[in-house]
């Protein structure tokens, strides 16, 4: 599995951003997947997670304002990032889990990663 992400830039406080994530290869190995990101000089956290169910998670630092979503059949996630905040700027990575089923994916560690998107908020 290859995962791609795109829609990474630099944005003003306030501003709005969207982020996708083309999944290909074996792609019918992937059940749930997400966006994690890592801030300057800090670990990687979850963002989102999202299910085939439909089912989400969103970290509570994000919550009303950003908005996961994915078209299985084109193999593509999406992050709407809105009320953007200076706090936000991170490299933002695609991630997809398999081997799991549905919502409980998101207790597992994603087995696939992309290359990571920047996203720099700031005056």
């Known amino acids: 599995v290859q995962l791609v992400e795109s829609g990474g830039a630099f944005v003003q406080p306030g501003g709005s951003l969207r982020l996708s994530c083309v999944a290909s290869g074996n792609t019918f190995t992937i059940n749930a997947m997400a966006w994690y990101r890592q801030p300057p000089g800090k670990g990687r956290e979850a963002v989102a997670k999202i299910a085939p169910s439909g089912t989400n998670f969103y970290a509570n630092s994000v919550k009303g304002r950003f908005s996961i979503s994915r078209d299985i059949p084109k193999n593509i996630l999406t992050l709407h990032m809105g009320s953007l905040l200076p706090e936000d700027t991170a490299k933002y990575y695609c991630?997809?889990?398999?081997?799991?089923?549905?919502?409980?994916?998101?207790?597992?560690?994603?087995?696939?990663w992309g290359q990571g998107t920047q996203v720099t908020v700031s005056t």
């Open positions: 991630a997809a889990m398999g081997n799991c089923s549905d919502y409980l994916c998101f207790n597992y560690e994603p087995g696939f």
